[in-house]
Every structure is written in structure tokens, then in C-alpha cells.
């Protein structure tokens, strides 16, 4: 029994049954099969179907991103002209400066990758070929490094807060 196995130059070749199994070769990136892609023409709807949520989430967070970084601007601004008055709480200022400088740019990031997505989720769906799906899911995965990472920061913000009021004798 003849068994054909595709090979990295695209060309068949044939094994003999004595010749041990060999683990399946796949192709390189650079010779990633082209035209038609093999997906249904509802998943290729669901991905354009994602297109304007995304585009609301990146507008959304490209927003709160000056938004916050004026904002959090603002806020240091009011604490170092405060700094040294009598009677001055500077915890609230120091939560609110804190908390939208680190997380404006972090918003920025992901309204950038969401944005790119948007645009791959298109080409996919427009072009249907191989390669622009494969961008697309690429760009998805960015998306959900970005939002493991403000995870630990939504996580990480409210600790480390708790943790400096805590040294400075000011828990709530």
C-alpha cells in the first residue's frame, strides 16, 4: 500500500510501508498556500460581522486614551501647585494622576491593535485568501496579549495602591 505525503516543495512523494511514519511536514510562511480560502461563508461573515464593534472599542479607548492622559496630566499638575498647603489630601490626587497615566497609554495600545485588526478582519473578508485570514487571526492574538496585559494592570493598579496606603499609614 502506496500512502502520498506532501512535501515542503509542494510536489508528492511516495513512502514505503517498511519506512517508519514520519511526522507530517508543513509548509513555511513564504509558501503559505494562495487563493480561495478554506473556511465556511459563515465564519467569514462572523469576522466581518466583527468589524464595527471593533471599530466602537478602538474609538472608545483611542478616546479614553488623551481623555485620560490630559486628565491624568491635569490631576499631577494639581498636586505638585497643592503640594506643601496646609490641610492638602493628596491621596485622591495621587490615585487619580496614577491610575489614568498608566492606563491612557495602555488604552492607546489596544485602540491601535484593535483598529489594525478592523482593517485585516476586512482584507479577510474582502479578499478571502489564505494569507489575509491568517493576518487577521495574527492581529486577533495581539488583541488578546493586549488584553492580558491590562489585566494585570487592572489587577496590579488597585493592589499596589492598597500596598503605598498602607505604608503611609492612610487605609481607608
Known sequence: MMQTQQVSSGEPSEESPQEPAQEPLTLPYREAPTGEVVASDAALLALKRTRPWALLLAIGMLVYAGLGLLGGL??????????????????????????????????????????????????AYNGRSSEELERALIRQLHIWRWGFVLLIALVGMPAAILFVAALMNVWP
Do not use: D, H
Open 74 to 123: 491635569a490631576w499631577l499638575y494639581v498636586l505638585i501647585t497643592k503640594a506643601g498647603q496646609p490641610g492638602y489630601s493628596y491621596g485622591e490626587f495621587i490615585v487619580l494622576s496614577t491610575v489614568n497615566l498608566v492606563l491612557a497609554p495602555i488604552a492607546g495600545v489596544g485602540g491601535v491593535l484593535v483598529m489594525r485588526y478592523r482593517a485585516a478582519a476586512g482584507r
